[in-house]
């Protein structure tokens, strides 16, 4: 039995790959193009009244539930399950099992028996309800044991429930879901497995004393040398920054690794909005040993586009790519090579990387505010190093788990 609105009880039966409530609600897999669009169109219908939410590109969606564009379905199986009650579409999910996920040492978050769920969206409680249920179901019935959730689609992706900054919207490559969302998760027995946070600073104003001593200590060094990527030489850059993430990460919680298809695919995506400027590469007597990516927040521009790149879209979209000018920026990855984490060595390089975009970012492209993250709660390194630059959490995604 499960808890629907007005606490109303409802009845799920299992009904070959399916679950049918007795209020009328049914939940199937979606099947052909009708039903991928009809998954697709939901989100912007029950998020439309939200000003915090910021419509994705539509073509960007169907490309990420796409067998064949989205390197993710090269390692993963993935069924998407509509709900609907007298025949309208009131819910969506999406039930999938990453082999590289599986893989991992179960100390790491993931490993054998751990399946996902996430791409949640529902009328109410009891459609949420019905939803989780079938694909906790298809879980199961694939042999796994354990549910993290909700992930949408991979770790790399948008990690998460949203539990705290429901007041502003997303920076690019964050998600954004309904308050309620946590409750009705919670109410299907899922406790919390991990707490990811974003920083949010005021980058027009100098770090403190201590941190420009630090950094101008390092800007002496001879052995040091932090440069902006070349464009240029895009597919050799990637390929250092990829390395190092591979590494800095490996022994990470719910760290899963990057197949050399999808190095090409995010090198894809990334490059329109990459600027030479704001990507960092930290050597160490010559040998690359650390990275720092900052992005213009895209989300800035894609709010208001509700989603479409027509009629005259995509020429404002072009236009601002030529340079952009952003309020915010985003880091959402930095990394520094195993063999110096820890080290003072870490710390210096991440503060002159910091350092060098915060100047760039302010003095090139407009920007006021910046965000880092995501970050585990438990990275007492990275989590320092927000604290010494005076940034204050601003958003936190929680990643649930439950036993099946």
């Known amino acids: 039995m499960t808890t629907g609105p007005n606490h109303r009880q409802v009845a799920l ?143 790399w992706e948008e990690p998460g429930q949203l539990t705290k900054g429901f007041d502003h919207p997303p920076t690019v490559m964050m998600g954004h879901q309904p308050e309620r969302y946590q409750h009705y998760i919670e109410a299907q027995g899922y406790s919390p497995a991990k707490l990811l946070r974003t920083y949010e600073l005021d980058i027009t104003k100098e770090f403190p004393p201590l941190i420009q001593r630090i950094v101008q200590s390092g800007e002496r060094n001879a052995k040091i040398r932090v440069r902006g990527v070349d464009k240029s030489k895009f ?73 479409s790149l027509w009629p005259f879209n995509w020429a404002k979209l072009l236009w601002w790519l030529r340079m952009p000018k952003a309020r915010t920026m985003r880091v959402p990855l930095m990394g520094v090579l195993k063999k110096h984490q820890g080290s003072r060595l870490a710390s210096q390089l991440a503060f002159m990387m910091i350092e060098a975009i915060r100047r760039n970012a302010v003095s090139r492209y407009g920007a006021t505010r910046g965000e880092i993250g995501w970050v585990l709660d438990d990275n007492q390194g990275m989590n320092a190093i927000a604290d010494a630059i005076e940034s204050h959490v601003n958003k936190e995604y929680t990643i649930y788990e439950k036993a099946l």
Do not use: C
């Open 13 to 155: 039966t299992l009904n070959k790959g399916s679950i049918v409530a007795k209020n009328e609600i049914n939940v199937a897999p979606v099947t052909g193009k009708a039903d991928l669009n009809a998954f697709i169109d939901l989100a912007y219908r029950l998020n439309r009244s939200d000003p915090n939410w910021v419509p994705p590109l539509r073509n960007e969606v169907v490309e990420l539930l796409t067998k064949g564009k989205n390197p993710f379905f090269d390692h993963a199986d993935v069924q998407l399950f509509l709900a609907r009650r007298d025949g309208q579409v009131v819910g969506r999910i999406s039930a999938h099992i990453d082999r590289l996920a599986t893989a991992m040492d179960p100390a790491q978050g993931m490993g054998p028996g751990t399946g996902n769920w996430g791409l949640l969206e529902a009328e109410d409680e009891a459609v949420a309800a019905a939803l989780i249920a079938q694909a906790e179901q298809w879980l199961k019935d694939q042999g796994m044991n354990r549910v993290l959730a909700p992930l949408s689609m991979s770790v």
């Open 235 to 307: 597919d050799a850059e990637a390929g250092i920054i990829l390395h190092i993430l591979n590494d800095a990460w490996s022994d990470n919680w719910g760290f899963v690794p990057f197949t050399d298809r999808e190095i090409a695919y995010a090198g894809k995506k990334f490059k329109p909005i990459v600027r030479e400027d704001l990507i960092m590469i930290a050597e160490y007597e010559g040998e690359p040993v650390a990275f720092m990516m900052t992005l213009p927040d895209l989300n800035e521009q894609l709010q208001p586009m509700g989603g």
